[in-house]
């Protein structure tokens, strides 16, 4: 089972720009549909963006389009953009595998979840 980490959260004010990777090691996440999914604090957590596995179709939450963008940068790093941040976008941010993307916002079938990487966007 792979077994991803998430890195490139921080602090950033209102306006601002970040870039989320997810990698696994000695894995190749090429056989992967790769999720991007968030928990902000006292919420559930929901899905953002998913690119498949076969031919790098993306698809995104309603509620997310605009302001994050979904890439498959290698065969072991899918990214996340994000764009014109705001202080409701602060939450922990993870992504996760599967052999196809879920129905979003959802997350039925994806594993490999990482610890996560907090996003803080001050006002």
């Known amino acids: 089972q792979v077994q991803l980490v998430e890195s490139g959260g921080g602090l950033v004010q209102s306006g601002g720009s970040l870039r989320l990777s997810c990698a696994a090691s000695g894995v190749s996440l090429d056989m992967y549909a790769i999720g991007w999914f968030r928990q902000a604090p006292g919420k559930e957590r929901e899905g953002i963006s998913c690119?498949?596995?076969?031919?790098?179709?993306t698809v995104y939450a309603d509620s997310m389009r605009g302001r994050f963008t979904i890439t498959r940068d290698n065969a072991k790093k899918v990214s996340l953009q994000l764009i014109m941040l705001k202080p409701e976008d602060t939450a922990v941010y993870y992504c996760?595998?599967?052999?196809?993307?879920?129905?979003?916002?959802?997350?039925?079938?994806?594993?490999?979840w990482g610890k996560g990487t907090r996003v803080t966007v001050s006002s």
């Open positions: 996760a595998a599967a052999w196809g993307c879920p129905g979003l916002p959802g997350d039925y079938g994806m594993s490999g």
């Open positions: 690119i498949s596995s076969s031919d790098d179709v």
